[in-house]
């Protein structure tokens, strides 16, 4: 038993330390509550509009594919450093995870889960190509036009 003392201890002080902590501010701070102190802060920009009541889920899948790939680099570094022991099974495994991590990539671009923003209200008021665009119409609307006649006959 006399080995688990110090653990014990510490367990103790880490606990002793985050329950006085919880019950000191809640009796030390002022309590004098305002609409600015309960207003949502970011960046110390005020909000002009109220905040929506759910983010969409989008946001959560990208933050979920940002976790995925930290933790593909967290796996990719010991497969980095240690590559001649694992052998071809840690080649094997190494690639199983960089195509499952590379579907995910490819199911949020093709999702538009990563077009969010001002960027994304402009591709869809204006998109970038016209179905009724054709190569034809496209090589007759640029054209020669305007050009004189030494572009008229490079053309011929």
Known sequence: MGQYLPIVVMLVLGLGFAVTSLVMSNLVSPKRPSAAKSAPYECGIIARQEPP???????????????????????????????????PFGLA?????????FACLIYLISTGSLDWGPAQRVRRSNPAVDPARTSTSTIRRVGLDGRGDDASEVAA
Do not use: K, N
């Open 93 to 101: 495994e190494v690639v199983v995870f960089s195509i499952a991590v």
């Open 53 to 87: 009541e759910r983010f969409p889920v989008r946001f959560y899948l990208v933050a979920m594919v940002f976790i995925i790939v930290d933790i593909e680099i967290i796996f990719l570094y010991p497969y980095a450093t240690m590559f001649r022991e694992l052998g």
